[in-house]
C-alpha cells in the first residue's frame, strides 16, 4: 500500500458544527502532516506528527484540532469554522522528518463552510 | 528560512512541443528539492527529487530536472508534452537542517494546446 487517503473527499458544514477529517496510511511512515490550500495558491503548513506526537504547530486557529490516535491516523477535528476556512485539506506523509523520501500526498478533502 | 520562487504563473504550450518549468530557490545549503504535479480538485503527486549526486534527475510521466547550484534553480523538463500532462506544477524545497519541511513555490499552471 503506497497511498495516503483521505475521507471524507467533500465537506459540507454549518459554522455551528462540528466534524472531522481523516487521513490514513499503512507505508510505515512515522510524519504526518495537514496542509491546507485555497484556490490557486500552494499548499500551507498546519501540522506536524512525528512519532505521533504534535511537533509543529503553524500559529493555527484553535478551530482546528489535530489528533494523531496511532501511527497510521491522523484526524483533523473542526469545529466554530468561519467561511474563510473553506479549502482543501492536504493530508501526507513521510518516513520521517529527517529522512529524505519526499512526501506522499492523499487528495485531499474539499470543504465548504457555509 | 529557505524560499522557492516560479516566475511564471501561466505556460502554454502544444502538444508534442517541448516544456521547462522555473524554479528558484534560496537556501544556505545544499536543499531537498522537488517536484509536485497537481490535477484539479486532487492531491500533489510526486514528480522527482533531488538529494544529492548526478544533478540531472529522472522521473516519472517521462520528465527531468536538472539541479544548478550556480545558479540556485531547479527546473522542470519534459521533450514532448502530452494533453494529459496540463495540471498545476510546484516545486518545493526541504531544508535538511530544519526537520526537512517542505517549502512551495507559487505554481506554475500548463496549459497544452492541441
Known amino acids: 500500500d503506497t497511498e495516503v487517503t483521505q475521507t471524507p473527499k467533500h465537506l459540507v458544514m454549518g459554522m455551528t458544527n462540528k466534524k472531522s477529517l481523516k487521513c490514513e496510511q499503512h507505508m510505515g511512515h512515522r510524519a504526518m502532516y495537514w496542509y491546507k490550500q485555497k484556490a490557486k495558491k500552494p499548499p500551507e503548513l498546519m501540522f506536524v506528527?512525528?512519532?505521533?506526537?504534535?511537533?509543529i504547530n503553524e500559529s493555527v486557529p484553535s478551530r482546528f484540532s489535530p489528533e494523531c490516535p496511532n501511527s497510521s491516523l491522523l484526524n483533523l477535528h473542526l469545529h466554530a469554522l468561519q467561511p474563510e476556512d473553506s479549502a482543501l485539506y492536504l493530508c501526507?506523509?513521510?518516513?520521517?522528518?529527517?529522512?529524505?523520501?519526499?512526501?506522499?500526498f492523499g487528495s485531499g478533502t474539499r470543504l465548504t463552510v457555509v | 528560512a529557505q524560499s522557492v520562487t516560479q516566475p511564471d504563473i501561466h505556460i502554454t504550450v502544444s502538444e508534442g512541443a517541448s516544456l521547462e518549468l522555473r524554479c528558484n530557490y534560496s537556501y544556505g545549503a545544499t536543499p531537498y528539492l522537488f517536484w509536485y504535479v497537481q490535477s484539479p480538485g486532487q492531491g500533489l503527486q510526486l514528480l522527482l527529487k533531488y538529494f544529492s549526486g548526478d544533478t540531472l534527475v529522472q522521473g516519472i510521466k517521462g520528465f527531468e530536472a536538472e539541479f544548478k547550484r550556480s545558479q540556485s534553480s531547479f527546473n522542470l523538463r519534459k521533450p514532448s508534452v502530452h494533453w494529459s500532462d496540463a495540471a498545476e506544477y510546484f516545486c518545493?524545497?526541504?531544508?535538511?537542517?530544519?526537520?526537512?519541511?517542505?517549502?512551495f513555490g507559487g505554481g506554475t499552471r500548463l496549459m497544452v494546446k492541441p
Open positions: 501526507a506523509s513521510s518516513q520521517g522528518r529527517t529522512e529524505n523520501y519526499g512526501y506522499t
Open positions: 518545493a524545497v526541504g531544508a535538511p537542517n530544519a526537520g526537512n519541511m517542505l517549502t
Open positions: 506528527y512525528s512519532y505521533e506526537k504534535l511537533s
